[in-house]
């Protein structure tokens, strides 16, 4: 195929993905990953009613869901392969994935919670699970014995599970992800990290998905109260605003539930990973803007605290994409057409 014919499916795909963030922007405004650091657990709200499976709203965004994601998986195949970049680049993000986790880590610890501020820590293993994250945060921030801190990390997960149930610890278990990653990237020989680099970044990507999948059904889908409750209290659903009456809080927790799924379930597949990373990005952003418009520092500085390790995984899947291994577009035939397109080969630690 020339040129001009590869640069027609190039403009096609990327004004469907145009498309697709639009619909991501438009609906994910408030996709607050952490509404429970913001809301009274125990919160009510008059009259409320959930959403159930055969509820129209809910079947409208399933259909929805399934025409991304589909769209996700055809744009996969179409959209030509980036340059991936030198090995120095590429441990510098690495780097910055680890600082962000460490100071994320550590300041968390000092407010005395577990991984995220509304997991406050309570009793003698609450303490002994504050000390350890101190401790990785420190050794993450020093550079030191970062094997050895990753599996403490995975230590602390597990102490996370015990403490508060399996919910809490799939919601975060993207911190899963990082503590295999860098412990991937910082095996003892040179054969082991070359063995199992190409794992790393499925893994991280995976486990990322699977917390903003878990994040996007009990925070919004399932415990809508919680977001709705926020809502109440914070001005963020501006689509009545604009003209669309109809757009309820109810409503708008359950589309932002849904679009964080939507994000989960990309991630997990593999497709799309940039796009899908840079979209979750702009949503990242953007709560942290609203908090600052309202003058709500406070909550600003909290969320940002929460989300840098989330920042630090951005910026590895957007750098490194998908990966190498465990994603939707290894089992499907090729079908990518821009073919005189200059490509590079993924080297293998990538």
């Known amino acids: 195929m020339n040129f001009q014919s590869s640069g027609t499916t190039f403009g096609t795909a990327v004004k469907l993905t145009g498309i697709a963030m639009l619909v991501y ?30 509820s129209p709203e809910v079947l409208i965004w399933i259909a929805i869901s399934v025409v991304i994601v589909a769209a996700s998986v055809v744009l996969d195949a179409l959209l030509p392969n980036v340059r991936i970049v030198g090995s120095e680049t590429r441990h510098d993000f690495i780097e910055i994935l680890r600082i962000f986790t460490g100071m994320s880590m550590l300041l968390t610890a000092y407010e005395g919670a577990i991984i995220a501020p509304h997991l406050i820590a309570f009793g003698e293993f609450g303490t002994v699970l ?13 550079n030191r014995f970062i094997r050895h801190a990753a599996i403490l990390l995975l230590i602390l997960h597990l102490g996370l599970t015990v403490k508060f149930g399996l919910l809490a610890a799939l919601e975060y278990f993207i911190m899963v992800g990082i503590g295999i990653f860098l412990l991937i990237n910082n095996l003892p020989t040179e054969e082991l990290r070359e063995r199992y680099k190409p794992f790393s970044v499925a893994i991280l990507r995976i486990c990322a998905g699977i917390s903003l999948i878990v994040l996007g059904l009990a925070e919004k889908l399932f415990g809508a109260v919680l977001a709705e409750s926020f809502l109440a209290a914070n001005t963020w659903n501006f689509l009545p605003a604009i003209g669309f009456d109809f757009f309820t809080d109810r409503l708008f927790a359950l589309s932002a539930g849904f679009v964080e799924v939507i994000f989960g379930v990309i991630l997990v597949l593999g497709t799309t990973t940039r796009l899908n990373v840079l979209a979750l990005s702009v949503v990242l952003l953007a709560s942290n803007v609203l908090f600052l ?47 005189n397109l200059k490509t590079i080969r993924v080297p293998s630690d990538a």
């Open 25 to 54: 922007l438009v609906t994910a405004t408030t996709a607050f990953s952490h509404v429970r650091w913001f809301v009274d657990a125990n919160v009510t709200i008059e009259d409320f009613e959930s959403y159930t499976l055969t």
């Open 293 to 339: 418009i309202e003058g709500n520092n406070e909550a600003a500085l909290v969320e940002f605290v929460g989300h840098m390790p989330v920042i630090g995984v951005a910026l590895i899947l957007m750098l490194l994409g998908a990966g190498q291994r465990w994603r939707l577009r290894a089992v499907l035939p090729a079908r990518r057409k821009n073919t």
């Open 130 to 142: 504050i000390f350890l994250q101190a401790i990785i945060g420190i050794l993450f921030i020093a």
